[in-house]
């Protein structure tokens, strides 16, 4: 399809373990950004790529969590040891980045549970 | 970015017009008004956006008053699948401020 695809749907592990969530981009977008959507809240920012750079990450809530990106494209979130409290959605978004208002393309979201 | 103000909640009958009102008194000139809307268990979907004028594409319209301190979203004619959450959002043209930050929102309940 057209639009952003994220894997896997769905993810249930044990506290502990690592996770890689992936995020395929609209093609041609070249900006792209990771948020994370608890039950019941709003979105939580984590970080924003340009291109296969990360000029803020900002919203990376610890050192367990890292992103990169590679060929402008595929984007992988990694989480280290996760705890209960990283339970949540997890959205990629991207956009064209010619202008700040470009609008922001979703995929439908990887839904993590940590038993 | 400038606050926004929208209603908790609405319903509209299938087939007829809902209209999301969202108030942003606290706009400045150089932030655009974007609707993006959330089904239960989807991503966020994006609508529609403004800056001055009006504006309709296949899904919407967005009126924005004169004075810009309000907008307000018509679907034109609601179905069932029109349910969501819809939010309301001023963004700030700023190179540097890319993400979206969703309040409360509007949840529409569209009636058969």
């Known amino acids: 399809g057209a639009g952003v695809s994220q894997s896997p749907s769905n993810k249930v592990t044990e506290k502990g373990k690592d996770v890689e969530l992936r995020c395929d981009p609209i093609s041609g977008h070249t900006a792209l950004y990771w948020y994370r959507q608890r039950l019941g809240q709003g979105l939580e920012f984590l970080i924003y790529?340009?291109?296969?750079?990360?000029?803020?990450k900002s919203g990376l809530p610890s050192d367990r969590f890292s992103a990169e990106r590679t060929g402008e494209s595929v984007s992988t979130l990694t989480i280290q040891r996760t705890q209960q409290e990283d339970s949540a959605v997890y959205l990629c978004a991207s956009s064209w980045a010619t202008g700040v208002e470009q609008p922001q393309h979703f995929g439908d979201g990887t839904r993590l549970s940590i038993l | 970015d400038a606050k926004t103000t929208q209603p908790t909640s609405m319903d509209c009958a299938e087939g007829r017009a809902a209209n999301l009102p969202c108030n942003h008194s606290t706009i400045s000139g150089n932030e655009y008004v974007y609707w993006y809307r959330q089904i239960h268990s989807q991503g966020p979907q994006y609508i529609i956006h403004g800056l001055k004028n009006n504006e309709t594409n296949e899904m919407a319209s967005l009126i924005i008053t004169e004075d810009r301190k309000s907008s307000t979203l018509i679907l034109p004619h609601a179905t069932l699948r029109d349910t969501a959450v819809y939010y309301c959002?001023?963004?700030?043209?700023?190179?540097?401020?890319?993400?979206?930050?969703f309040g409360s929102g509007t949840r529409l309940q569209v009636q058969p």
């Open positions: 959002i001023v963004r700030f043209m700023d190179t540097g401020r890319r993400a979206l930050t």
């Open positions: 790529f340009q291109g296969n750079s990360a000029p803020d």
